[in-house]
């Protein structure tokens, strides 16, 4: 069993510091450029295969029906549904900020020619042709045939620019009551004779494709029928969102099959076929015409991304992306802006895939390995430490349960290992539902005495079943799979199939679930489960056979954000489990390390077996620069089954990755020597019985003033005693004012403690609520960690909150007004209360480091004290008297005294230097 990072205390006779001041890399151990005062151990994990990265957009994403990404001086835009016609820009088709309205004021024609409309613009599409920017735009209302397509320049999209100025150019084409189409939805683009065409249309007739005049943008006077293209005749007619694109050597025609505008119970998807002809016939892979109900699926809800829609194509430098909304699972539904490269088949056909999975393996919380899908403890959910699996979750069968964002059900692959303890029927491994008519549920033992997997959308008289030809067995761990495709459901149990059924056509995606759950089941009067969950996995795709039984290995270093250059050296580190979580042994591990430029990859290290690390000297050589570094493991367990786990290192700056640690040993100074505070206006350290020296502040004017650069962190955690008083104190607050800032407060006016970043003006602001507020009168340690993707804060060692649609990242609102104790806004109240030990990263750290950097000490020559978070995770207190590969590290004799939360143990002063730290038994 590997251990957990961990804080390390030096104790020396008399020696009271907190922490240690510099990085400590020992051998066969890789700090990664992680927290100074931590120690990296490995993480058992499991990836089955590289998953595909969590999205990396940030800022304000928040749009329905985009446009086509178009540039315009060094920025891109995308325009989108809303009032007036809603705008949105980026420098770096990352992060997005929002921008001006097109109109003002909805032209005259608009309101005259569709009764009722009130100037909120439908699904615009833009394209740049004769000098100018051509923005296509719908006017209409819902469930009405009478619409219209207008059109609107622009010399220039910079709102900047002395140029800007929109002008309407009046009506394109119009529909109403009894017309073959519905005038929405505009897709704009050139035929390879510089002819232009508009594809539109919804519901009614479904997609037409008209002619346009090149010079005016309007509707060819010569030419001016439109032609049916496509019509979705198998689920009622519910077709829009067309856009048409040239590749090669055919047109394509992308479509919107389903419902749009119900949050997470949208059910749009992406179709699409092709044509040598503009104007058609598209058909679809399989020959069917488009106009007779073709089209090829190109996506569908999947993880958070449900209902995908609305598809516009960017092309530059060689390639291509595609830009689309989507219902954020993980945000009720919020329609939302992504952008993904666009590949093509061999034959021509664009393929697009979202291969997601989440992997939780309960080391000290619910967290997923992959960053996108965390998951809180309820009710006193534990973990235990297991002698074969190591620590794996322990639910009580009385309340316990542990909940999952909403996009972590949409899954097509379900693997578990557990053990049962017994007990009534219908108790849930997991539940994945919105009530009882619909969900996806595991059972260790039905009514029936089998186990069983469930899936419905009409309740339980439509369910569909996988029964296993007996219960779950008692006391034994137990590997479940359960994979879904749309046609069949098959149940494997210890990497066996045991059932098929061949008329399961339901998938999770289907039902979009709302409530997620391990534990605890969507019908109140069903027992929880009792017993122990050593790992969920979760996949978007149906996995195949060989996969279920494949081990895990999982790459631990090098960590995220990591880079290199020449002369740098790339630590690496993994472990791997066999598929039913047992420890593989390093005997079954083989590295390989490659070097990627543009057209060859050749092998720099390797094959490296029977080692669990080791290091890469990059040469010193400029050239090195212009690729990157693959590493690869490779695990192989007792049964010749294989898997290979990748990880790439990228070229860029290596300064990125720092600590700031504030012991307040000698006033605000960064013991790291990064990031020196100032005490202001009589902030001042004093000694404290528990913590030592500490940063006192009066509530009154007094603070920490931190500079520039701080502002880029991605975690902060901090000792807090509060002293109470008014709502909106700050612990922090990070930025450029009151229009830009992550700050984080002892009690918000919901009576929490609460995180909060705002980005651009304020146009979008994220949150996190703690249950509670910050204890009064108290020594509490708090945490927030942020990746860009999802924001979760920590108290005392455990995850109490998660936003797992927080896009946006400290550095965003980076500025030079930093402070601890004090709020950009200046009639908040300031702090009133003590910090210990803040300890603020530029990486997203995890709970095991976050948990590390809790352990404290305090006293004198005469006495010392270890405090820590008396937290449930499995962790002990080990102690060793040095460090290193060899380092012998046992368990501190004695069992700490828990006061108030925080675990106390007394300790003797010697004259030998010892070192602590809390981890997992052996």
Known sequence: MVCFPVAIVNLLHADISKLPTAPTLLPGTFACGWLAPILLGILLGSNLSLPAAPSDLRGNLGIHDPSAVIPCNGRYYVFGTGQGISSKSSADLTYWAAGPSVFANPPAWTTTDVPGFTG???????????????????????????????????????????????????????SLNGSAYNCIDPSVTFDASSNLWMSFGSFWNGIYVVQLDPATGLVNATNSTPIHEA???????????????????????????????????????????????????????????????????????????????QMGILEGDGTEYFGYHYYDGNN??????????????????????????????????????????????????????????????????????????????????????????GGLPWQRVFDFGRSTNSYAFLTPQNAAGVMRFAITSSGIGGEQHLDAPSAAPVGAWTQVAVTTDGSQGILYVNGSPVITNTSMTLTAPDI?????????????????????????????????PAEIVAPQPRITAPAAQVCFQP???????????????????TTDLTWTIEFCSTNTTNVVLGPLAGVGGGSLVVPSDPTTTNGFYRILLAATDGSGHTATNVVNVLPGPTNGVWTASYPFDNGAADANGNFNGTLVNGASTVSDPIRGSVLNLSGASQYVSLPSGIGAMRTFSAWVKWNGGNAWQRIFDFGTGTTGYAMLTTKANTGALQFQITPDNGNAIWFLDAPNPLPVGLWTHVAVALNGSEAVMYVNGQAVAVNASTYVLPSDVEGSRNFLGRSQFSTDPYFNGQMDSVQISSQTLPVEQITASSLGLSGGSASLTLNWPAFNNGL?????????????????????????????????????????RLQTPW
């Open 332 to 421: 009720n539904g919020a329609p939302t802006f992504d952008v993904e490269p666009l590949s093509w088949t061999p034959d021509g056909w664009p393929a697009f895939t979202n291969d997601w999975s989440a992997l939780y393996h309960f080391h000290m919380d619910a967290n997923d390995d992959n960053g996108q899908y965390y998951g809180l403890m309820n009710n006193g959910a534990d973990v235990y430490y297991d002698p074969l699996l190591g620590n794996v979750l322990s639910l009580n069968g009385t309340n316990q349960f542990v909940s999952l964002p909403g996009g972590a059900a949409n899954a097509c692959s379900f693997i578990t290992v557990f053990k049962w303890n």
């Open 231 to 309: 019509f979705n005749t198998a689920a009622g007619d519910p077709i829009e969102a067309s856009y048409l694109y040239h590749h090669g050597n055919y047109y394509y025609l992308f479509v919107n099959w389903g419902t749009c505008c119900a949050g997470v119970n949208s059910t749009y998807n992406i179709r699409v076929g092709r044509s040598t002809r503009i104007f058609g016939p598209y058909v679809d892979h399989n020959g069917v015409a488009m106009n007779s109900g073709g089209g090829t699926l190109f996506l569908k809800t999947t993880g958070k991304f449900i209902g995908p829609g």
């Open 512 to 544: 979009a679930p709302t409530n997620v759950w391990f534990g605890r089941s969507q019908f109140p009067a069903d027992p929880y489960f009792n017993g122990q969950i050593g790992s969920v996995r979760l996949y978007g795709r149906a996995l195949a």
């Open 876 to 916: 002990g207190l080990y102690s060793s008297p040095g460090l290193g590969s060899g380092a012998l590290w046992t368990p501190v004799a004695g069992a700490p005294t828990a006061t108030n939360g925080i675990n106390f143990l007394s300790l003797t002063p010697t004259n030998r230097q010892t070192f602590f």
């Open 120 to 174: 909120f613009f439908w699904a615009p599409d833009i394209t740049y042709f004769n000098g100018v920017y051509h923005l296509y735009y719908a006017v209409s209302t819902f469930g009405s045939q009478v619409s219209a397509i207008g059109l609107a320049t622009n010399p220039t999209l910079d709102p900047g620019s002395p140029a800007y100025q929109w002008t309407d150019q009046g009506p394109v084409i119009q």
């Open 567 to 585: 002369g740098s050296v790339i630590p690496f580190a993994g472990a791997a489990v066999d598929y039913a979580d047992v420890p593989l042994s």
